[in-house]
């Protein structure tokens, strides 16, 4: 047993070097008790489904909520480390174990594994696992990826996606925390993306390792009659658009969406089967705080919304109770699952650009709800939990879960 007391974390803006396990346990919890029981109590043996992306944000969110909600077992995918003499693991990796022990207690037969997701071994390892243990036969496929990197399988080229604007440089605002917790508002220039910048980025977070699960799992008979997948998105507010939705990321969302249709035709063929991206409103990710100005922007969305503000566990719920036939499937015009009407209602938005547009150093505490965002990007890594006594000492090397017998 290696037991630290990590009482504060050590941090470089929203990148934190250090997560807490206790925190990272609590906050799993809590995120379980926010999803909502299901109508009607889910039986033992219900539907198979692989979450890929399943430590994190969204990813995390539809496996809690599949496995409360709509009964699930099978297969989570993500790539997490363990601690090491000098750091604790990754957050990620702390999550992944109270997932399972919450799997687990509810009867639920689900299997994390851990390595690279864009890799073919990974998606054989998973292959074999469903035949040895899941009957041979996948219902529901969630893939909620975003990565830094990703190396193709078959030509071993390494694509590095980036965060920058298509066409022209983009000004923005953006918020940062000094050391003490101090905002400031900044304006940040981000210079315009090469074409091969593009390419990288879509290769990395579009659709080609997406519809390469699909491929791997149908070449070994795997996809169940009626087999679902979602590939979990977003669009966002025009305030973020030039460096998101019109950016490389966009343009990787977009790639992302049109794999969706070209694999809800050829899975309605196959196997009577469905695929669509899944279109989630803004929240505090790992992944999310990395973009220029979102950081802004989510902590002014709060400010207008409060409580109102939709968390992921109900987010995701509700994609469950669409995939598994609760509810029907409510689609927009291009074939998405919108999670994400609350965010943009326009009423919303031209609140957020107002204060958007007054935003200063000075100002910023009483338009934003800074409090609550702080705390959430600190709760991202299990600290400012409530409910967790961080002067107390914790052991740091949680296993990683085995399979259940």
């Known amino acids: 047993m290696t037991e630290r007391v990590i009482d504060r974390p050590r941090s470089r803006g929203f990148l934190f070097l250090d997560s807490h396990p206790a925190g990272c346990r609590q906050l799993v919890s809590d995120m379980w008790e926010a999803v909502a029981d299901p109508a009607t109590p889910p039986s033992a043996d219900g539907p198979v489904a692989l979450v890929i992306g399943s430590s994190a944000g969204y990813g995390l969110a539809a496996t809690l909520a599949g496995l409360k909600r709509a009964g699930i077992r099978g297969i ?102 000094d050391d003490e917790g101090a905002p400031e508002v900044k304006e940040v220039e981000t210079a315009p993306a090469a074409e091969e910048d593009i390419a990288h980025t879509v290769a990395v977070m579009g659709g080609a390792d997406w519809e390469r699960w699909i491929d791997h799992l149908a070449g070994r008979g795997l996809l169940a009659d009626g087999f679902a997948t979602a590939a979990l998105s977003y669009i966002g507010s025009t305030l973020t658009e030039a460096i998101y939705r019109k950016g490389t990321i966009g343009a990787a969302k977009a790639h992302l969406e049109g794999t969706a249709r070209a694999l809800d035709k050829r899975l309605s063929e196959l196997v009577g089967g469905r695929a669509v991206t899944s279109v989630n409103g803004a929240a505090v990710t790992q992944s999310s705080t990395a973009i220029p100005g979102i950081a802004l922007y989510v902590g002014l969305l709060r400010g207008v919304l409060d409580e109102r503000m939709v968390p992921p566990t109900a987010q995701l719920s509700t994609l469950w109770d669409q995939l598994t036939g609760v509810h029907p499937l409510d689609l927009d015009e291009e074939g998405r699952i919108r999670l994400d009407t609350w965010e943009l209602d326009p009423e919303i938005q031209a609140a957020v650009a107002e204060r958007w547009q007054a935003a200063t150093t000075k100002d910023i505490a009483q338009l934003a709800d800074l409090g609550w965002f702080h705390g959430e990007v600190h709760r991202l890594y299990g600290f400012a939990v409530p409910g967790v006594d961080y002067g107390a000492p914790v052991d740091i090397e949680v296993p990683w879960p085995g399979q259940p017998a």
């Not at 999550?95 to 299997?111: I, K, Q, S």
């Not at 074999?128 to 990703?150: C, H, N, Q, T, W």
Request: proline content about 4%.
């Open 76 to 177: 989570g995918v993500c790539f997490e480390k363990p601690a090491t003499a000098r750091r604790t693991a990754t957050a990620g990796w702390y999550r992944t174990a109270a997932t399972a022990e919450l799997a687990r207690e509810a009867g639920r037969d689900m299997v994390f594994l851990n390595g690279d997701a864009f890799s073919d071994a990974m998606k054989e390892q998973v292959a074999d696992l469903l035949v040895e243990r899941f009957g041979g036969k996948l219902d529901y496929l969630i893939y909620s990826v975003a990565a830094p990197r990703r190396t193709d399988p078959e030509t071993g080229t390494v694509h590095a996606s980036v965060l920058q604007p298509i066409g022209a440089s983009s000004r923005t605002k953006t918020l940062v925390f």
